[in-house]
């Protein structure tokens, strides 16, 4: 059974930081794309940042690109989304979703299998 486990959420000033993680298996990290994507209440779920599996390559939506950054620990298993500079736009429910294969994309989330639950962030003065 496959098993993702987000955390870090919170509240923070707007200019503020957190750190995302979402704990998974050996097995996805080391075989599975992992993307993170966000819902805001009453917007469409979308995508923020992914990391392909092998090269590590990593893609950004424009709206996080140069303050947020994805990385892997594979030892851990931990799947990390770093997030600087937030802003209220950004508040929202965050999810870390895995999708087997080396290559991924944030356009079509019907490709990723595996969701984690979600973590709460909220940006606000």
């Known amino acids: 059974q496959v098993q993702l486990a987000e955390s870090g959420g919170g509240s923070v000033q707007p200019g503020g930081s957190l750190r995302l993680s979402c704990v998974t298996s050996l097995s996805i990290i080391h075989n599975a794309c992992i993307g993170w994507f966000r819902q805001a209440p009453g917007k469409e779920r979308e995508g923020v940042a992914r990391?392909?599996?092998?090269?590590?390559?990593?893609h950004y939506a424009d709206s996080v690109k140069g303050r947020f950054t994805i990385s892997l620990d594979k030892a851990k298993p931990t799947a990390y989304l770093q997030m600087n500079s937030l802003n209220p736009e950004d508040t929202a429910m965050y999810y870390c979703a895995v999708k087997w294969g080396k290559y991924c994309d944030l356009v079509d989330q019907r490709d990723y299998t595996y969701w984690g639950q979600g973590t709460q962030v909220t940006v606000s003065s």
């Open positions: 990391i392909d599996n092998g090269d590590s390559y990593t």
